[in-house]
């Protein structure tokens, strides 16, 4: 996926989707959000994985405005899988209603440090070399929902 190259192309992607997700999961009721296969995760434990990256896009917005990369760099398929699943872990025995206020409050967050990221730091891919050739733009596309 392209980076968006504008804060407010950035806001809008961003907001429709999550606009999309919320709109989805709305349909579903409390026991179906609870619900899961064995060794499946549950839409309840869906929602705290993303809520986990809404979190990790705040860590890094807030590390890059210091001139840092964060402090858990991810740099691989291990890495995220290690990520994910102590975020998994750290989350399993939220209620709904802890993980639901998490998903809220964690993507609200992440929006307001998006707010006040400058646009240089934002856009410009050369300002976070850590980063992978990619702009913190890029990163808040592909981890906020």
């Known amino acids: 996926m392209p980076a968006p190259t504008t804060r407010d192309e950035l806001l809008r992607l961003v907001r429709e989707g999550r606009a999309r997700l919320e709109a989805d999961v709305a349909r579903f009721t409390e026991a179906e959000m609870l619900s899961a296969e064995p060794g499946q995760w549950s839409l309840k434990d869906t929602l705290a994985h993303i809520a986990a990256w809404d ?70 891919p050369a300002r976070v070399p850590w980063n992978g050739g990619n702009s913190l733009a890029w990163n808040v596309a592909a981890n906020t929902f």
């Open 55 to 124: 979190r990790r896009t705040c860590a890094i917005l807030e590390s890059a405005s210091r001139g840092q990369p964060p402090a858990d760099r991810i740099s691989g398929s291990a890495d995220v899988d290690r990520f994910n699943a102590a975020a998994h872990e750290r989350n399993r025995d939220k209620t709904l209603s802890e993980v639901l206020d998490e998903f809220k409050t964690a993507f609200e967050d992440s929006m307001a440090w998006v707010d006040r990221t400058p646009d240089e730091l934002l856009f410009d």
